[in-house]
C-alpha cells in the first residue's frame, strides 16, 4: 500500500492566486480529513468527509478555502485567493469506519508571497 | 472541553535516559489516546495507542501509561535514541465524533548522543 498521496509537496505562489492541493487517501479508508499545520496553531482540522461526503466543515477558516472529494479515491482543498496567512503545511489523513488511527500523507508546504 | 493539554513544549534528553511526555484531558467520553510521531518533512504516524480500559500499554521501548480519575496519560520513552528526537503529539476522540481525533499541542523531543 502506498499509504496517503498528496500532490505537490512544496507550492509557492502569489497573493490573490488560487491554489489547489491534492490527496489520494488510501484504498478502503471510508473517513479523509484536512489538517493545517503551523507553529502557532500546531494541528487543525479543517473539514472531514465519510463515504465522500463532507461531515464537518466547521474548521475551515473562511469562505476562501473549499474542499471537495468526487470519489473516494481523490480529495481537493482549494484555497482562493490565496494570503500569506494562508502559509502552512497541509495534511491529508485517512481512516477506516472503526477509527483505529489515522494514517497521515506527507503534506503538502504551502508558502504564499 | 474538547482540549487535551500537552507538556512539556519541548524535552532534551541525554541518549539511554528516559522520555516522559504529559497529557490531560477534561472530555470524560474520550476513549481512544493515541500518540503520533512526527519527523521533519513528513506526516505524523501512529505510535502507540491506548483504550482507558487498561492501564498500560507497552510497544518495545514505547510506553503509554493512563490515569482515568485522572484524566491524564503520558508516554514514556525508554533508553531513549537520537533517532528517537522527533516531535511528539497526544490525542484523544471519542466515539461519538467519527474518531476525530483532537491533538495536543506537540513536544519536540531531542535526544543528545
Known amino acids: 500500500d502506498a499509504g496517503v498521496i498528496q500532490s505537490p509537496r512544496h507550492e509557492v505562489t502569489e497573493m490573490g492566486q488560487e491554489v489547489t492541493l491534492r490527496c489520494k487517501p488510501i484504498?478502503?479508508?471510508?473517513?479523509l480529513f484536512w489538517y493545517r499545520q503551523t507553529m502557532m496553531r500546531g494541528l487543525e482540522l479543517l473539514i472531514y468527509f465519510n463515504n465522500n461526503v463532507p461531515i464537518d466543515d466547521s474548521g475551515m477558516p473562511e469562505d476562501r478555502f473549499s474542499a471537495k472529494m468526487p470519489n473516494a479515491s481523490f480529495s481537493t482543498l482549494k484555497i482562493q485567493p490565496s494570503e500569506p496567512r494562508d502559509s502552512a503545511v497541509y495534511f491529508c489523513?485517512?481512516?477506516?469506519?472503526?477509527?483505529?488511527?489515522?494514517?497521515f500523507g506527507s503534506g503538502t508546504r504551502l508558502t504564499v508571497v | 472541553q474538547q482540549q487535551v493539554k500537552q507538556s512539556p513544549q519541548s524535552l532534551i534528553v541525554q541518549k539511554g535516559g528516559i522520555s516522559i511526555i504529559n497529557c490531560a484531558y477534561e472530555n470524560t467520553a474520550f476513549d481512544y489516546f493515541p500518540w503520533y510521531q512526527q519527523f521533519p518533512g513528513k506526516g505524523p504516524a501512529l505510535l502507540i495507542a491506548?483504550?482507558?480500559?487498561?492501564s498500560e500499554k507497552k510497544e518495545g521501548r514505547f510506553t503509554i501509561s493512563f490515569n482515568k480519575s485522572a484524566k491524564q496519560f503520558s508516554l514514556h520513552i525508554m533508553d531513549s535514541q537520537p533517532g528517537d528526537s522527533a516531535t511528539y503529539f497526544c490525542a484523544a476522540s471519542n466515539p461519538g465524533s467519527a474518531r476525530q481525533l483532537t491533538f495536543g499541542s506537540g513536544t519536540q523531543l531531542t535526544v543528545l548522543p
Open positions: 489523513a485517512s481512516s477506516r469506519k472503526t477509527g483505529s488511527g489515522y494514517t
Open positions: 491506548i483504550r482507558p480500559d487498561v
Open positions: 484504498s478502503g479508508h471510508d473517513y
